[in-house]
């Protein structure tokens, strides 16, 4: 027999800062489950570098920060949320001061530095040194072990969101989730009165990633299937500064170095982002992203350089210890020599579609933190408004979840996972192969610079793709692996379908086919609805 269902009252899929600030704010009032793919702290958020957005100092304003996020988002920011991320970004802070985040003091000014990154006009980046994301994760993972209505569960995968409408009720809502223990290979069903989708994005779905391997794009695929809708596919971020080298595996390189001086080189040792933005290392990530790619294809170069070694030794170890400790790890001295860097797939700006409460299309299913499209991103998203948009809508999901706990029927009895009619697959490496090839096609074909050609090309690989993988995933018990794959190919062919659909360049979208941004008419969102029944 299968194992028995669990039941809870909030489901949360992911346990990096939107899954735990939404799990923290809800638990007092109700029972929460929060599901980990990998370790409990295993998470985008982990990696996270550089810091978070607020307007912390008195000559900053909100104004400022929304002004500076549409400037960066190309003009397809929501105004209306980009303004209540802003004004609810101090509050957000305090609330990881008072969890015991340990953020960076400024001991001059007598409060918390604050730096400044990309597209921002003022220093308003509060963080924890170079590794603000791990403080955070370690924590609140930390707050979450002591809290009593809290049960985490490391190591399981979800399979996909069980609906009424799976169930043969009419009205159709979210009541749970089955998900695979990825050491014992058994399913087994959670309902739930409320899920969370926290699963981040979908970066791993490109060969070259500053993610962890977890970044499949499991919540984005499974609300597609659930019936949900997804927005702006075609704006991935690729983050411009990662570590070259054939040894490191993802590793960030913190845009807070170009904020604090670091300059871009060519093997030559020549300045070149001037050329591209007078903002030169302080633009967009798109613009220096695709500056880069400009450079290394021009000259055929593996890789170029960033320089901070032109400040003194303490103020680079003293506020980039990781990255300091990363690099001599590997042979560089980032005091005394430039660091290779290479650009890789970063953030996924578009996502399942949510309004100003994280409520998806599906009842009772809520999507926060990379997953969710908020709209606050645009075409292009500003740094360090990533964890921002993460606590902010955690925040959001759990206040609407308190609101409606008087008034949500407890979920119905789920059926046991059916694996009667499938087998033990004896063809692993169909997995490995498409695996490969998917991230190979995509990174070529719908990386930093698209063309038609190119897009159709990827559309005619990824439509073979998803037909084997249905094929696959019907005939043989799921792995996690299989389960990774089926996702990325569903992600893969949103974000192509996407960005078949965007005839321009804008923001992170840049093709040679429509190299000019179109403003003869307002910028639209591109929106995917689901075939009903898909």
């Avoid at 809520?366 to 997953?371: I, R, V």
């Amino acid at each position: 027999m299968p194992p028995e269902p669990v039941t809870c009252d909030v489901l949360i899929l992911g346990s990096g800062a939107a899954g735990l600030s939404a799990a923290l704010n809800v638990a007092d009032r109700a029972s929460v489950l929060v599901v980990s793919k990998g370790s409990l702290a295993e998470s985008c958020t982990l990696y996270a570098q550089g810091g978070i957005a607020a307007v912390l100092d008195a000559g900053d304003s909100i104004d400022s920060h929304v002004n500076d996020t549409q400037a960066a988002g190309g003009g397809m920011c929501h105004e209306d949320v980009v303004r209540y991320t802003a004004e609810r970004a101090p509050d957000a802070i305090q609330w990881l001061i008072d969890m015991g985040v340990p953020f960076t003091l400024d001991e001059e000014h007598s409060g918390y530095h604050l730096t400044r990154e990309g597209g921002h006009s003022h220093r308003r980046i509060i963080h924890a040194a170079d590794a603000t994301g791990r403080a955070i994760e370690q924590t609140l993972l930390e707050r979450a072990r002591q809290h009593g209505n809290i049960t985490l569960l490391d190591q399981h995968i979800a399979v996909d969101l069980i609906t009424t409408a799976k169930l043969g009720q009419a009205q159709n809502r979210c009541v749970g989730a089955y998900v695979l223990d990825r050491a014992s290979g058994r399913v087994r069903a959670i309902a739930a009165r409320f899920v969370v989708l926290a699963t981040g994005g979908a970066s791993k779905v490109y060969l070259y990633t500053s993610n962890p391997d977890l970044a499949t794009g499991d919540g984005i695929a499974m609300a597609w299937r659930a019936g949900c809708r997804v927005a702006n596919m075609e704006f991935i971020q690729f983050h411009p500064t990662c570590l070259y080298h054939p040894k490191a595996r993802r590793f960030l390189i913190t845009e807070a170095i170009r904020g604090e001086g670091g300059r871009l080189l060519l093997p030559s040792g020549e300045p070149f982002m001037q050329c591209f933005d007078p903002r030169g290392e302080l633009a967009p990530r798109d613009i220096v992203a695709r500056a880069i790619d400009h450079e290394m294809k021009r000259l055929g170069a593996e890789h170029l350089l960033l320089d901070i070694s032109h400040r003194p030794a303490e103020f680079i170890t003293n506020h980039f210890p990781t990255v300091y400790q990363t690099c001599l790890h590997y042979g560089i001295d980032i005091t005394r020599e430039p660091i290779p860097i290479v650009p890789a797939a970063h953030f996924t700006c578009g996502g399942v579609m949510t309004d100003l409460h994280a409520r998806t299309d599906l009842a009772n299913l809520y999507a926060a933190g990379e997953t969710a499209f908020t709209g606050l991103h645009g075409a292009n998203r500003m740094a360090s408004n990533s964890l921002l948009e993460c606590l902010v809508f955690g925040q959001a999901a759990a206040d609407d979840i308190c609101s409606r706990l008087d008034d949500v029927p407890a979920p119905p009895l789920l059926p046991y996972w059916d694996e009667s009619r499938v087998t033990d697959s004896d063809e692993e490496v169909v997995v490995s192969h498409n695996w490969e090839e998917l991230r190979r096609f995509m990174w070529d074909y719908v990386g930093i610079v698209r063309t038609n050609k190119r897009l159709e090309r990827a559309k005619r690989r990824i439509d073979l793709l998803l037909g084997e993988i249905a094929d696959y995933y019907g005939n043989f018990r799921v792995t996690n692996d299989l389960l990774e794959l089926r996702n990325l190919a569903t992600v893969a062919d949103l974000i192509i379908r996407s960005a078949m659909a965007r005839k321009e360049s804008r923001g992170l979208h840049y093709t040679l086919d429509y190299p000019q941004r179109d403003d003869t008419l307002p910028p639209q969102d591109t929106i995917l609805v689901p075939r009903k029944g898909a």
